[in-house]
């Protein structure tokens, strides 16, 4: 019989059991026909190998349960394949069983064992006794693969608990901190969440969201009484929550806004919506909703109101300051020139000066309303507020009488600020005469500044008063143009928005608190300047006009207010050519004729204005000087017009006669003075 040489498929083992391998090396085929014929019974898979060379490229691919090993083989013996097993790592461990017919000896089988057999059983083979022995080895091994499975099967479960340990734990914290960043959100957000019963009172069934920030109340307060919520709702507003819930009872959701007044006694405007629902365990019906503070947006929305009524008044006044100045420029002139030719003892004399005066009030009328319509032309500069405030005092005093003491409380150190200075001389001034009519019977005056640390620094300049007071909503409405709480005939109602006006044009803010009976607090932030302080010409007009006899071109498209200045010029004594048109303007320059200065208004028809007029001249003639007037000239013109001198209309006679001979009697050209921006 021929045994295969390769491999024996012995008889399946139980499908509960490991099934392994054993190696047999006999390069007789008898006896490995004998040896398989003894092992089928075990099960496992029979490989068979004719010499040690081949035993040992079988051990290379393949592990075994237990080997065979013939002791006597032609080429490699038993001896020299076990050693050679033996020095491999991997096969080192694995039992190996001698076959001898022939090494029956003492010295042999020492040798044997010596060589790493664990047994050694001789030739013939018993059956049953190579099969005894060789089960134990492979139970022995089968064993301890289980083992190693149970204990790898150990490890993965390890692992996989660890691993969905971890994961839950990931899952915990990512939870946990969803739930920090909403509960976050909900803190920074102006929000009450509840639910209550869908009738009056509107007991609370729960409270929760920001109700502590909201409310100044906690939610247990809330809760420890039904008609809490709806008796702090403002009187005047209990009649829209009755409508809201109505309309939930129609439609399943409601939407409404009411004031409610908070721990601090202040009323906020919340915004209350939500829908109407079934209660599963009582079966009636609640609401579920939010409230939103609504007091800030709303707030906003009155400012940006007042902010779009200003802006419409002030568009209407710049549309007519211009020529009504002219028309008072043409009045004042020639009043001037009346009562220059007239004299004081003339018999309307008195009536002459009446004219004037109203003629100079419209002036400060349109003034006022340009001032709150912060469109007014400012002449800044960079200026000491302590010094100004300290030097403008005395007319404060005679402004306010006897009655009424004025408090400076000043800062130590400079505060310069870059403003117009006549222009907060006349807010302080104007502060100061709403304060005296508010302090009946006499008061305290009092003028604080101090500065506010920050990343850009600020003025804070406070102006106090001891009088009635005022209540909220006079107080909201206190800078809005023509309000005024006095008599008909009393107040014109534009100091405050005068004051409001120029503050916010020189980049500041203002606010007043003030409650009745507890006088008035005004509070004018300015940004601090970072500039040199200017030196500030006293400006004290002279009584005798300045006279001169240079050349000088008049350009004025109004034919009165032409002749008013050039009759005013002439009499001063220089010599006037005039124009009406930049056109006709530009070509006198370019003639022949000499002209010292350029006296032109600049808010002109057609499409070149004075100050681009005054660009071109220097162009023709490099030494010319610019004077520039007008009534108002709008917002693009008056960032062109601090390039050039300057004066108001309207004008009087002597201050125009000093204001032209300044720009005359000048050491700068005109065209180092101008900041050209053009090429």
């Known amino acids: 019989m021929t045994v295969p040489a390769v491999k024996h498929q012995a008889v399946p083992p139980p499908e509960d059991r490991l099934r392994t391998r054993i190696l047999i090396v006999d390069d007789d085929e008898r006896n490995a026909f004998a040896a398989i014929q003894a092992l089928e019974g075990l099960g496992q898979e029979l490989v068979v190998a004719r010499s040690g060379e081949e035993a040992l490229r079988r ?90 499975q149970q204990s790898e099967s150990r490890r993965l479960l390890i692992e996989e608990n660890a691993r969905i340990h971890a994961e839950k734990l990931a899952a915990e914290r990512a939870l946990r901190r969803t739930q920090e960043r909403q509960e976050a959100i909900l803190r920074a957000l102006p929000v ?15 409270i929760g969201g920001n109700v502590m920030e909201l409310t100044g109340f906690t939610a247990e307060d809330f809760l420890a009484k039904a008609d809490f919520g709806i008796s702090r709702v403002h009187p005047d507003d209990v009649d829209i929550v009755v409508r809201a819930q109505a309309e ?74 211009h020529d009504f100045n002219n028309l008072l420029t043409v009045v004042l002139g020639n009043i001037e020139l009346i009562k220059r030719r007239t004299g004081e003892q003339h018999e309307l004399a008195r009536q002459i000066d009446a004219v004037r005066l109203a003629a100079e009030k419209g002036g400060a009328l349109t003034r006022q309303l340009l001032a709150f319509s912060r469109r007014q032309r400012l002449n800044p500069l960079t200026v000491d507020l302590n010094v100004l405030i300290a030097d403008f005092a005395p007319l404060l005093r005679q402004a306010v009488g006897e009655a009424v003491s004025i408090d400076l409380s000043l800062a130590t150190e400079p505060l310069p600020a870059h403003l117009d200075p006549a222009q907060f001389e006349s807010a302080l001034l104007n502060l100061a005469v709403n304060a005296r009519d508010a302090m009946e019977g006499g008061g305290v005056l009092s003028v604080a500044t101090k500065t506010i640390d920050g990343d850009e620094p600020r003025i804070l300049v406070t102006v106090r008063d001891t009088g009635q007071g005022m209540d909220a909503d006079v107080a909201s409405r206190i800078f809005e ?90 009499g001063l ?30 808010v002109m028809p057609g499409r070149v204005n004075g100050v681009e007029l005054a660009h071109a001249a220097l162009k023709v003639r490099p030494g010319l000087k610019v004077l520039l007037t007008s009534g ?21 006679g002597p201050a125009l006669a000093a204001k032209l001979r300044a720009v005359l009697d000048a050491e700068a050209p005109a065209t180092e003075q101008a900041k050209v921006r053009r090429g």
């Not at 080997?67 to 050693?83: R, S």
């Not at 969440?193 to 609370?204: K, L, Q």
């Not at 010599?575 to 370019?590: E, G, H, W, Y």
Request: charged letters at 25%.
């Open 192 to 206: 009450v969440f509840h639910s209550r019963t869908a009738d009056a009172p509107y007991e609370p069934l729960f």
């Open 481 to 570: 143009p023509f309000f005024t709480t006095k008599e008909i005939g009393k107040g014109s109602g534009l100091g405050l928005s005068q004051v409001y006006g120029f503050v916010r044009q020189s980049g500041g803010e203002i606010s007043v608190r003030s409650s009745p009976g507890q006088g008035a607090v005004f509070e004018i932030y300015l940004p601090q300047s970072q500039a040199a302080l200017s030196q500030r010409g006293a400006g004290h007009e002279t009584t005798e006009a300045a006279r001169g006899a240079e050349r000088v071109l008049v350009v004025e498209d109004d034919p009165a207010v032409l002749a008013m200045a050039v009759e005013t010029l002439e």
């Open 59 to 148: 051990l290379l691919t393949d592990d075994f349960a237990v080997i065979l090993l013939d002791l006597h083989m032609p080429g490699m013996d038993g001896y020299e394949t076990a050693e050679l097993i033996r020095q491999r790592r991997r096969n080192r461990d694995v039992p190996i069983v001698f076959l001898t017919a022939v090494f029956r000896d003492e010295a042999h089988i020492f040798k044997a064992y010596s060589a790493g057999a664990v047994d050694v059983v001789f030739k013939p083979v018993d059956p049953f006794i190579l099969r005894s022995k060789v089960q134990v080895l492979v139970d022995l091994h089968i064993k301890t693969l289980e083992l190693e």
């Open 632 to 652: 108002y000239v709008g917002d693009e013109a008056a960032s062109w017009a601090n390039e050039f001198p300057m004066i108001d209309k309207p004008y009087l």
């Open 573 to 602: 004594g220089y010599q006037v050519t005039t124009a009406d048109t930049a056109a006709a303007a530009l070509k006198r320059l370019k003639s022949r004729k000499a002209f010292d200065l350029l006296f032109s208004d600049v």
């Open 248 to 321: 939930a009872r129609k439609s399943g959701a409601y939407s409404c806004e009411y004031r409610w007044q908070c721990a601090d006694g202040s009323y906020r405007l919340l915004i209350d919506q939500g829908v109407l629902a079934q209660d599963e365990e009582s079966g009636r019906q609640v609401v579920f909703g939010t409230l939103l503070d609504n007091t800030e947006r709303r707030g906003l929305e009155e400012q940006l109101s007042h902010a779009r009524k200003m802006e419409a008044v002030g568009q209407l006044t710049g549309g007519v300051a």
